[in-house]
């Protein structure tokens, strides 16, 4: 491993990108050095459809390696450097969202909105109760309100059954969302991450039927929009390949 690349170089130096098995995972190949994160360690990711797209991320390259145009390859260096040796501090992490989502959390001062809150939200609670088994309480207000201990266990033991490119993946999706429940949601393949977005999004899009657009928040959230759908994209990558 000594020839191995330590990435992030200014500007592209290799001709070749290829693929090679590692154990259970898989590695990129920069003129057949293998890539290593920031922190130097080997850059091996759990299935080949990730590797691919690693793949194709240095393949597009033409001359300055710019990390923007390159969120697998980012994600998965965070996965490798920073999830995986203190996966459990990030776990807890992000299964405490469910102690204070956003989908429990109505308007105090607002029939109409607390009433489009439960219509929109509800259902979401309800799915996280029947299919996670973890039951959450609403409330009006910003004051916390005590959850169930035995919700909050359940999803702290599904958050903790992810790997750490998966747990990678989870941390954005919940962090930008602002909710376990969405969060957990954009991990199956049978909810739509736009819906799930503009769920979390319903606030500000109530405010602003009343108040008008702002043209800064408005590109601040296309920017956590385009992330939540990359992040879900990761997750979705690191699923094992079905034989």
Request: net charge negative; proline share 5%.
């Amino acid at each position: 491993m000594g020839n191995a690349v330590t990435i992030w170089k200014a500007k592209r130096f290799w001709s070749v990108v290829s693929l090679e098995r590692e154990g259970s995972g898989w590695s990129v190949h920069l003129d057949g050095r293998p890539l290593r994160t920031p922190a130097k360690n080997a850059l091996v990711v759990p299935t080949e459809a990730m590797a691919n797209t690693l793949a194709d991320e240095w393949s597009a390259v033409e001359v300055d390696i710019d990390p923007r145009r390159m969120p697998v390859t980012r994600a998965a260096n965070a996965a490798v450097d920073k999830v995986r040796p203190q996966f459990d501090e990030v776990a807890r992490l992000v299964a405490d969202y469910g102690g204070t989502d956003l989908l429990c959390y109505r308007a105090a001062d607002s029939d109409d909105l607390a009433a489009a809150q439960a219509e929109a939200w509800d259902p979401m609670l309800n799915w996280a109760r029947d299919t996670l088994g973890a039951e959450l309480v609403a409330t009006r207000g910003v004051a916390p309100v005590a959850q169930p201990r035995s919700g909050q266990e359940r999803l702290l033991s599904l958050v903790m059954k992810a790997t750490e490119f998966e747990l990678t993946a989870l941390h954005d999706l919940v962090s930008l969302s602002g909710s376990l429940i969405l969060g957990l949601a954009a991990t199956r393949p049978d909810f739509s991450p736009g819906k799930l977005w503009s769920l979390s999004r319903f606030d500000e899009t109530w405010q602003a039927k009343s108040w008008g657009q702002d043209g800064e928040a408005l590109a601040d959230a296309e920017i956590k929009r385009q992330e939540f759908f990359r992040a879900r994209d990761f997750w979705m990558l690191a699923q094992p390949e079905v034989p």
